[in-house]
């Protein structure tokens, strides 16, 4: 069992649609960081969370500490949003990163 | 650009050849991560370094692999008599303390044929 997984694998929404991806994890984490990454591209980090919610433009970030569970929602969808959407999680002991497998978005116009 | 720079973008090995991966962090951060990404996996911790140190190479494969940060220079993560089984994507992020401020760099894309 992978310490993240995420929710759903693949997503497809037309454009203007409100998206939710869906993170949980099963260790302690000191941060938890959500990255996007484009087909054959690099990777860019979105937000990193201890508590609490985040925001940035159309891009909310929250998360549950005692829930161990993250989401991250997309306003307003549209089709340069499409990448691979991957949560990773920081452990509170030691210095790994775990990631999850990432959710695949297309946003169709 | 002051991102994390890596280099190559793309490199192809034949089996038994080195591979050398250079990552520049981005100016002002000492710290930085090795992840590797296989094809249709997700992304795996390898090492973390700060200068001239490694902090955690938990991750990293026991054999041909090695990685440092020398006080001067990119970070190199090197891979000696690769095998079909390394190909993949390499990346690299590095940040100024930690806990925060990550930067990914775009990668490197290893073929071994």
């Known amino acids: 069992k992978n310490e993240v997984e995420q929710s759903p694998q693949n997503l497809t929404a037309q454009e203007g649609e409100f998206i939710t991806i869906n993170c949980s994890y099963s260790?302690?984490?000191?941060?938890l960081h959500w990255l996007q990454q484009h087909p054959g591209g690099g990777i860019v980090s979105l937000f990193m969370l201890s508590s609490g919610k985040k925001k940035h433009g159309r891009l909310i970030a929250t998360i549950n500490i005692q829930e161990k569970h993250s989401s991250l929602h997309i306003t307003a969808s549209h089709p340069r949003d499409s990448a691979v959407y991957i949560c990773?999680?920081?452990?509170?002991?030691?210095?790994?990163?775990?990631f999850g497998t990432g959710t695949s978005l297309t946003v169709i116009p | 650009n002051a991102g994390v720079m890596q280099n190559p973008r793309h490199l192809v090995r034949r089996r038994g050849q080195e591979a050398r991966l250079r990552c520049s962090p981005m100016?002002?951060?000492?710290?930085v991560y090795w992840y590797r990404q296989l094809p249709e996996e997700g992304l795996k911790f390898m090492v973390y370094?700060?200068?001239?140190?490694?902090?955690?190479e938990s991750g990293m494969p026991k054999e041909r692999f090695s990685a440092e940060f020398p006080k001067e220079g990119p970070s190199i993560l090197r891979i000696q008599q690769v095998v079909r089984g390394d190909s993949a994507a390499y990346f690299c992020a590095s940040s100024p303390t930690t806990f925060g401020g990550y930067t990914f760099g775009s990668g490197t894309r290893l073929t071994v044929v």
């Open positions: 990773a999680v920081r452990r509170d002991t030691g210095n790994q990163f775990y």
């Open positions: 260790v302690g984490i000191s941060a």
């Open positions: 100016k002002g951060h000492s710290h």
């Open positions: 370094l700060q200068k001239e140190n490694i902090i955690d």
